[in-house]
């Protein structure tokens, strides 16, 4: 079950408009019209403009201090995760020369266009946000009915991922629930071909993949599970129905460890890694991964910062071992959470994905506050990113301890994240 306790469910700033007592969660950060995210008391996301009387509550208190599981953390993670991929999707598929000779000596640092829009997010946001969906739904079901095998769930969920790419799984697949109705998640963003094909042909629903691929496209989706007890299992199992080879998998393992011993303990990212692998490093196949993560722990160790030319010697990031072990130094070496996905975007190789995976972990580690402002501005779906971050906090809890005769509450929920 979620870890998350009544109090630190976003009541940093309560909040009336017009009539509703609301929990103010975010401020967004774009300076020219300030606004602010709240939630109602049915865990709906309202829009509201920062007008004289909010902002003078607002001002009244502290900015809120992250603590170990404040849910803005989790809010950090997924938004800064889909700022990283929205900053390397110009450069995805462009060497570091012809990003620098684009872009300048300091490589790409603000957004550019791709897919037609700046701050457009890719592939590796949609399965993220499918998972979380998935991960939900499976909540919400072993509630209702008392069993659930969350990878069938899971599964089902990255299948309406892969109809809103314009393909027809072989399985029949659920289409209710109310991410799939959003048009805007109906785009293709360089899917990888490993995820497209394994989910095509897959006619069991938690079924693993019959491949050996070890492409990066398990290991970028998986953030969502780290917010969930067994995020080891349920992140490389959940890979698992894409990426047969045990480095596609297992890396995914430990990412969502990494992040679950951020979330949980509020330790550092080093004691994160050395924890992490100390736990999995006998996992049978995580050598390949566990001697590069290694390998990153040694240079930061040795104070060797990344640099476009530094980061080859870990590979490009194609691979998931390797698009980890980037977003990890990447993430160590830096002295922010800008400076660190700017370090993750700017090489030869994947960079969307990597870019993805150091903004999970800055995210968690720095909040929201930290993503810059004219990088939130021009994000896509931000909207959509943020109501998954608050049902992860919201959904869990309220379904869980729900009360028989609180109905709307319950119907409001299955409605949104229906067990199956
Ligand atoms: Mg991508």
Not at 158 to 163: F, N, P, V
Not at 339 to 350: C, R
């Amino acid at each position: 079950m979620n870890q998350i306790t009544p109090p630190a469910l976003f009541d940093c700033l309560q909040h009336r408009h017009s009539g509703q007592q609301l929990r103010v969660i975010q401020r967004r950060l774009d300076g020219l019209a300030p606004m602010v995210w709240a939630l109602d008391g049915q865990g709906q996301l309202h829009e509201l403009p920062m007008g004289p009387e909010l902002a003078e509550t607002w001002h009244r208190h502290n900015p809120p201090v992250l603590d170990n599981q404040d849910p803005a953390r989790m809010l950090g993670c997924l938004l800064a995760g889909a700022a990283g991929d929205a900053l390397g999707a110009p450069v995805e598929f462009m060497s570091w020369p012809e990003i620098e000779r684009t872009f300048g000596p300091g490589g790409i640092r603000t957004m550019a266009e791709a897919y037609g829009r700046r701050g457009a997010i890719t592939d590796d946001t949609q399965m993220m946000l499918f998972t979380a969906e998935g991960l939900l739904r499976g909540q919400v079901r072993a509630r209702a009915r008392g069993l659930c095998s969350p990878y069938s769930v899971i599964h089902n969920a990255l299948l309406r991922w892969l109809l809103t790419q314009g393909q027809s799984p072989a399985a029949n697949v659920s289409r209710n629930g109310w991410l799939i109705k959003k048009r805007r998640l109906w785009a293709r963003r360089a899917p990888g071909n490993t995820c497209l094909s394994a989910l095509a042909a897959s006619t069991h629903f938690g079924e693993w993949a019959q491949n050996n691929s070890k492409g990066c496209g398990g290991v970028m989706r998986v953030a969502p599970c780290a917010f969930f007890d067994n995020a080891f299992e349920l992140a490389s199992d959940s890979a698992r129905l894409t990426h047969g080879h045990p480095s596609g998998y297992l890396a995914a393992g430990l990412f969502a460890d990494i992040l679950h011993r951020l979330w949980q303990h509020g330790c550092s990212l080093e004691a994160a890694c050395t924890g992490a692998l100390a736990a999995h490093d006998k996992q049978p196949g995580m050598e390949e991964t566990r001697q590069l993560i290694e390998h990153v722990l040694k240079c930061y160790r040795r104070d060797e910062k990344p640099t476009p030319r530094s980061i080859e010697q870990l590979g490009r990031g194609w691979v998931a071992e390797e698009a980890l072990a980037i977003g990890l130094w990447c993430s160590l070496c830096a002295g922010s959470l800008e400076e660190g996905i700017i370090l993750a975007v700017n090489h030869s190789g994947d960079s969307d994905s990597t870019g993805l995976i150091a903004g999970n972990l800055l995210g968690l580690i720095h909040g929201p506050q930290a993503i810059p402002a004219h990088w939130l501005k021009e994000l896509e779906l931000k909207d959509v990113i943020t109501q998954v971050a608050a049902d992860i906090s919201f959904v869990p809890l309220r379904f869980w301890d729900y009360d028989e005769d609180d109905t709307d509450v319950s119907d409001w929920i299955w409605q949104r994240y229906p067990g199956g």
